[in-house]
């Protein structure tokens, strides 16, 4: 299976950042653009070539990443005047060469393990996997009694599921036999009703769109002090010359580094998800509300086999790790 990302639109809601810069481009953080994390989690799901379809100041895009990004193969296919997803997709299956695909819209940004839906979507009868995420209200909404105002809750998710913009497609799919400008509007409704349009949920990770201004702000206050990893993403909390707390979100079905912290004794406190410590001579299996303390010097590797949310509190030295083994070739 290979990867490919629709990146031709123009941005207008994003202007001024979109003047003389396509959304792939834009920087979630800095030196770390939206197309850069998008990459990422492609070559972390084990993706080896990726099509790009590019269409405004695709030349741009071209040249930032050339052939080949974090060790994935590129290849371009560039809209000189735009014609919907739709079309762009019956290009991007064209240069597949008959080989089934997973496709992402240029403007998401999310933790969604890649792997994990294409497994389900290889062992799926369905042609067409989507992902569906649960809608955020945008507003704050309030909570009544009989006849007062019980409370208020700040842009709660609700319990409607909408398109995630990740889609696992078979190369069999018929999409040129298709007519209209986005798969939005033209391909999945009528797969939907022809009951061939299966779907991946992934509840509680995060997910975002950037198709305005305010959720750029809102997607680069997520990744303040964020750092992507190939199995997920670790987050600064708090720093201090007494103390240092870490949120480590790790996927299910991936794990750390097996490594070791020369001075750092911590403890990790379990939120949310199952897993075990892996160390030298045993392991130690967790599951939320759990306690484990690592003292310094001690290699192990942390396992999530369900979606796991920690909190690391140690000593204060951020830079404390010496990697053994890693697991996988992107960084």
């Known amino acids: 299976?290979?990867?490919?990302?629709?990146?031709?639109?123009?941005?207008?809601?994003?202007?001024?950042?979109?003047?003389?810069?396509?959304?792939?481009?834009?920087?979630?953080?800095?030196?770390?653009?939206?197309?850069?994390?998008?990459?990422?989690?492609?070559?972390?799901?084990?993706?080896?070539?990726?099509?790009?379809?590019?269409?405004?100041?695709?030349?741009?895009i071209e040249a930032r990443y050339g052939k080949e990004y974090k060790g994935v193969k590129l290849l371009y296919h560039n809209e000189e005047k735009p014609l919907g997803t739709l079309n762009a997709l019956k290009a991007g299956m064209e240069m597949a060469r008959g080989r089934d695909v997973v496709v992402r819209n240029g403007d998401v940004v999310t933790d969604v393990n890649i792997k994990k839906m294409m497994m389900r979507h290889v062992n799926?009868?369905?042609?067409?996997?989507?992902f569906v995420t649960r809608m955020r209200s945008p507003f704050g909404i309030v909570e009544l009694g009989e006849d007062r105002v019980r409370s208020f809750k700040e842009k709660p998710l609700l319990e409607y599921y909408i398109n995630g913009g990740i889609y696992c497609i078979n190369k069999d799919v018929p999409?040129?036999?298709?007519?209209?400008?986005?798969?939005?509007?033209?391909?999945?409704?009528?797969?939907?009703?022809?009951?061939?349009?299966?779907?991946y949920?992934?509840?509680?990770?995060?997910w975002a769109t950037v198709d305005t201004v305010r959720e750029l702000e809102e997607v680069r206050k997520e990744y303040k002090n964020k750092t992507d990893k190939p199995w997920g993403y670790e987050k600064v909390l708090i720093s201090t010359d007494k103390y240092l707390t870490k949120e480590l979100f790790i996927r299910a079905g991936y794990q750390?580094?097996?490594?070791?912290?020369?001075?750092?004794?911590e403890t990790m406190y379990i939120l949310e998800g199952v897993g075990y410590i892996e160390f030298e001579d045993h392991k130690e299996h967790f599951g939320k509300n759990?306690?484990?303390?690592i003292e310094?010097?001690?290699?192990?590797?942390?396992?999530?086999?369900?979606?796991?949310?920690?909190?690391?509190v140690s000593t204060p030295y951020l830079e404390d790790t010496v990697r053994i083994k890693d697991y996988y070739n992107v960084r």
Not at 124 to 130: F, G
Not at 175 to 184: A, D, I, P, R, T
Not at 296 to 312: G, M
């Open 1 to 60: 299976m290979i990867g490919m990302v629709l990146c031709g639109g123009s941005g207008k809601r994003l202007k001024p950042y979109t003047d003389n810069t396509p959304t792939p481009l834009i920087e979630i953080k800095d030196n770390c653009t939206i197309l850069d994390k998008q990459l990422f989690d492609f070559a972390s799901a084990g993706i080896k070539e990726v099509i790009l379809l590019t269409g405004y100041k695709g030349d741009m």
């Open 124 to 130: 799926s009868p369905y042609p067409i996997t989507m």
């Open 175 to 199: 999409v040129s036999q298709f007519e209209g400008g986005s798969l939005e509007h033209a391909l999945f409704p009528r797969l939907a009703e022809a009951n061939q349009l299966g779907y």
């Open 201 to 206: 949920r992934e509840d509680g990770v995060f």
């Open 256 to 265: 750390t580094s097996f490594h070791k912290h020369p001075r750092k004794d």
């Open 290 to 293: 759990d306690t484990i303390r």
């Open 296 to 312: 310094p010097n001690v290699p192990h590797t942390i396992v999530a086999t369900e979606n796991t949310i920690l909190h690391e």
